[in-house]
């Protein structure tokens, strides 16, 4: 049986404050020409749906063309929540929809049962286990010794009771020890981590949360990525969609990508302003700048926007920045964890680095405070 995995497809993100709609339609046009071309019996969407818990009414309405025309292709959809998901909003409507072949992940309640698919080979059970906190997992499960996150999501896939009769498929939202992430992704210290040794009985793991498409020291192990490129740190990445085909349990999994075209790609130049300035070639890529001029220049920005037009950062590297601390934007310190926020502030204000024994402390007390405990 064939699948598309995709995820993180982050609808109504914004990079810096400039509306990328019209990028995730096309990027979503494609992947449905991709489903058409490769004719799966299902698709797996990883996690990350929305870039905010509280999506726009023009993402909701993105998504609801998507999955729209999803189920007119009479297709098994399978959708789980992330960490940038309410996942209250993605299990709405999950039992209603569940006879159309769109299958929402609910909210994590302790049980999670298996939606069974059948082939040639036999039954196919494919669990969804949306992004989870330990406190999630302890909450269901108290007499469980549940203090990190590979304990929580290995209680969680010991509870499933998997049937290694069956071929068995988890598509999950986590970050597995040894992936590698991108600036753009969220972490808390590296207390999020996961190992991959909790999956060794599934025969294929769709992952959602890392932006750049890898396997996780085994090829059934597997994040697409995103369909776009959502920072500039992405901008030499290539965006995909992974198609995987089960066959008979035990044999080899068939993997492949297909590679995505997106109607605008995300570039970093740099130079003198004179010369970037006075070239021919125009584009209409998003592009961050970096001037090489030794002294600032006036409205340097506006001016570069009219040969780039969707220039959407500018920064200097010259003698005097590499000697200052480096501008930041906005988005940068958006992307840095909870606790690289916490170790610059904590550098900055006694000149030193936390010791091994402080910065454990603060890693705990930021998964205690992110998982809502009190």
Partial sequence: ???????????????????????????????????????????????????????SAEAVAL????????????????????????AERIAFGSKILDATGIHLSPVYNGEILPTKLTDKYGEIDVYMLPFVKPSHVRRFYEDENIESYTDAIKVAIEKMNLNSNNRNVLITHQFVTGATRSE?????????NVDASVFANFDYVALGHLHGPQNCGDIKIRYSGTP?????????????????????????????????????????????????????DRTEDYVQITLTDEED?????????????????????????????????AEDVENKSAFELFSDFFKERNNAEMNEKQSEYVKSLIEKIEGGQS
Avoid at 64 to 83: M, P, Q, Y
């Fill in 1 to 55: 049986m064939k699948f598309v995995h995709v995820s993180d497809l982050h609808l109504g993100k914004r990079l810096h404050e400039t509306s990328l709609i019209e990028d995730q339609q096309a990027i979503l046009n494609q992947i449905l020409n991709i489903i058409d071309s490769e004719n799966p019996s299902g698709v797996f969407i990883a996690g990350d749906i929305y870039d905010k818990s509280s999506p």
């Fill in 63 to 86: 998504f609801d063309f998507f999955i729209s025309e999803l189920a007119k292709r009479r297709l098994h959809v399978f959708i789980i929540s992330g960490n940038h998901d309410s």
């Fill in 184 to 192: 753009s992704e969220e972490s808390v210290g590296g207390t999020d």
């Fill in 228 to 280: 776009l490129k959502y920072s500039f740190a992405e901008a030499n990445d290539t965006k995909s969609v992974t198609v995987i085909e089960l066959k008979e349990k035990g044999t080899n999994l068939d993997v492949k990508t297909v590679e995505l075209k997106p109607i605008r790609d995300m570039k970093k130049i740099r130079g003198e302003f004179n010369d970037l300035i006075n070239i021919a």
């Fill in 297 to 329: 220049i006036p409205n340097a920005m506006s001016r570069l926007q009219n040969v780039y037009k969707n220039a959407l950062e500018l920064r200097y590297d010259n003698t005097r920045t590499r000697t200052n601390m480096e501008i930041l934007s």
